[in-house]
């Protein structure tokens, strides 16, 4: 079965609209004006939304996505940041961080298991500078 789209696939800028619909289990039909519901995931292609539900089921992980779409890093990210502007908003808009939360300071053996880690390739680059920046530097 195939997907409404929103807009007219011949000319691409007409609105779709659908004058009758029937249910399959009882057969009952309804006829009348009705437009497909709008928001912000109605603009996203199929892939998109392929993508927003692996980011769901990943738990907005992007390194367990790394594995389940076995895409980079970067790409996950870029095709993410194009999903966030599509659907309306700019990505990259980082919060600033709360005054009252406090980073830990980088004892010398949590730098060094990170460090382990990222030579054993049990984390990556990235896992690697993510874990590194939760912590603030020593005085």
């Known amino acids: ?7 007219c696939p011949i000319c691409d800028s007409g609105e779709v ?9 009882c057969g009952s039909a309804v006829e009348g004006r ?5 928001g912000a995931f109605a603009s ?4 998109q939304m392929r993508f927003v539900e692996v980011f769901v089921k990943c738990e907005g992980r992007l ?20 999903i966030i502007q599509r659907m309306g908003y700019e990505p990259g ?3 600033p961080e709360p ?18 880690d990222l030579e054993t390739g049990r984390i990556t680059p990235d896992q690697a500078m ?10």
Do not use: W
């Open 1 to 7: 079965m195939n997907l409404l789209p929103s807009q």
């Open 99 to 116: 005054p009252q939360r406090r980073r830990r300071v980088l004892s010398e053996n949590e730098r060094r298991r990170i460090l382990d």
């Open 63 to 82: 390194n367990r996505m790394e594995a389940e779409l076995d895409l980079s890093y970067p790409t996950i990210r870029g095709r993410l940041n194009e």
């Open 44 to 47: 996203l292609s199929p892939e």
């Open 17 to 25: 609209v659908v004058t009758h619909f029937r249910c399959e289990a």
């Open 34 to 38: 009705f437009v497909p519901e709008r």
């Open 93 to 95: 808009r980082d919060e």
């Open 130 to 139: 993510q874990q590194l920046s939760e912590f603030s530097k020593g005085d």
